[in-house]
T-cell receptor, first 109, second 112 residues
Framework: QKEVEQNSGPLSVPEGAIASLNCTYS??????FFWYRQYSGKSPELIMS????GDKEDGRFTAQLNKASQYVSLLIRDSQPSDSATYLC?????????FGAGTTVTVRA | DAGITQSPRHKVTETGTPVTLRCHQT?????MYWYRQDPGHGLRLIHY???????DKGEVSDGYSVSRSKTEDFLLTLESATSSQTSVYFC???????????FGEGSRLTVL
């Protein structure tokens, strides 16, 4: 079993819709959770960090964490063509991050 | 901008040759990392460092070595490159207050 698993893509959503990305992790001791966005040919860029159960909102992005279910999600509201990218979930329980394989999102104009 | 510079950005080499990738940071972060990224595998940790001359292995360390003689520089060496090491290599630093990682622009390595 992989340490971090993300829902398989690609995910295609119409402009203005909500994109929902899911991630599960195997290490119950994990304490820190991150979402990165990666455009094709570019490096990963941090977009959200979440450390406690519940929701965290930042602009059009909302991260949700449920440690009991070992589940973290990312919602992108009012999706824009510029949101088309691969989104990486990352989980850490110390100083090392483990990454999921990523979910590619395409926003249709 | 986390002040991370990777060099070279692109390199083509032949099987069996040594290759060194360099990561340079300007912000004095303690932790530095080398990841490789391949289609279908996401980012996989090769080696990391937690201080000058302090390094440890990641999940895919075979065939790689690292060195950190100064806080600002973290070198990744492929002693004898193989085609399976064709990949994009990312260096990252860790912000201690938050545990967040920030990545350099990547080094694309092709081993023929």
């Amino acid at each position: 079993q992989k340490e971090v698993e993300q829902n398989s893509g690609p995910l295609s959503v119409p402009e203005g819709a909500i994109a929902s990305l899911n991630c599960t992790y195997s290490d119950r001791g994990s304490q820190s959770f991150f979402w990165y966005r990666q455009y094709s040919g570019k490096s990963p860029e941090l977009i959200m960090s979440i450390y406690s159960n519940g929701d965290k909102e930042d602009g059009r992005f909302t991260a949700q964490l449920n440690k009991a279910s070992q589940y973290v999600s990312l919602l992108i509201r009012d999706s824009q063509p510029s949101d088309s990218a691969t989104y990486l979930c990352a989980v850490s329980n110390d100083y090392k991050l483990s990454f999921g394989a990523g979910t590619t999102v395409t926003v249709r104009a | 901008d986390a002040g991370i510079t990777q060099s070279p950005r692109h390199k083509v080499t032949e099987t069996g040759t040594p290759v060194t990738l360099r990561c340079h940071q300007t912000e004095n972060h303690r932790y530095m990392y080398w990841y490789r990224q391949d289609p279908g595998h996401g980012l996989r940790l090769i080696h990391y460092s937690y201080g000058v001359k302090d390094t440890d292995k990641g999940e895919v360390s075979d065939g790689y070595s690292v060195s950190r003689s100064k806080t600002e520089d973290f070198l990744l060496t492929l002693e004898s490159a193989t085609s399976s090491q064709t990949s994009v290599y990312f260096c990252a630093i860790r912000r201690d207050e938050t545990g967040e990682l920030f990545f350099g622009e990547g080094s694309r390595l092709t081993v023929l």
